[in-house]
């Protein structure tokens, strides 16, 4: 997926200057912050990686999904997503009230998603994680939930800003390194109607998430040999 293709200017009245792309390069958060919790799978956001467009601008047609895949160690009951805002009109501020999130989980289909398994929207705590060159800001979104899966299965997380004005965008932040399948990107506004490997000018990236829930690992239990033996102890 070449940058260059995912450029495209639009003729916006209050904004004449912008253009409205899929990527914004980034140079990192300060810190890569905390987690409630210990994490079952875990894609930590990268420190010098990029935002990619993962939202809905529905004014203008546009709409973009970036989903990456986990293997579920168990049911989850909580989703952590690092989102950012680029093209915004202050600095390191979103310039829109948070408009909350659209979170998909779908099963796979061969490194890609397929069928969708839930389509919510959850109350989202939304944290300031940082400001890029003190401009574009960050966050980490957190967000209980409650999703039966299937143990050890491979799935993928959509996660996706809901409608919003632009200025500005908004999409999810890269992890530092690939774990499993690449990210998958999906918007027909970009020439993108199906799911894509998420790649840039020859690199490939994953989205940063966290999955939690209990237990993370279970422990399987061994048979009982009570019925066997208690005849013993009457």
């Not at 990210?183 to 199906?194: H, T």
């Not at 840039?200 to 993370?216: H, I, K, N, R």
Request: with cysteine; aromatic share 12%; net charge negative.
């Amino acid at each position: 997926m070449k940058k260059s293709a995912l450029l495209l200017a639009l003729c916006l009245i209050a904004v004449p200057a912008m253009a409205i792309d899929a990527y914004h390069p980034a140079v990192g958060p300060p810190h890569q912050g905390g987690t409630p919790r210990d994490a079952c799978w875990m894609d930590a956001p990268d420190l010098n990686g990029l935002i990619v467009s993962s939202e809905q601008i529905l004014m203008y047609g546009l709409e973009s999904e970036i989903a990456n895949d986990f293997v579920a160690c168990s049911d989850l009951n909580h989703i952590t997503v690092w989102t950012g805002y680029w093209n915004n009109s202050a600095p390191c501020a979103p310039g829109i009230p948070f408009p909350g999130l659209n979170i998909r989980i779908y099963e796979d289909a061969g490194c890609v998603p397929g069928h969708m398994l839930y389509d919510m929207s959850p109350t989202v705590t939304e944290t300031l994680y940082g400001c890029q060159v003190g401009f574009y800001p960050l966050f980490q979104d957190d967000m209980d939930v409650s999703c039966s899966l299937v143990l050890c299965n491979l799935y993928w997380l959509g996660a996706q800003v809901k409608d919003h004005v632009f200025p500005p965008q908004a999409g999810r932040l890269a992890a530092p390194s690939i774990q499993g399948c690449v990210s998958a990107f999906k918007s027909a506004y970009f020439g993108y109607p199906d799911w894509t490997p998420w790649g840039d000018d020859g690199w490939e990236y994953d989205a940063s998430q966290a999955l939690f829930g209990t237990p993370c690992h279970p422990t399987p239990t061994q048979p009982s040999t009570w019925g066997q033996i208690k005849e013993i102890y009457r």
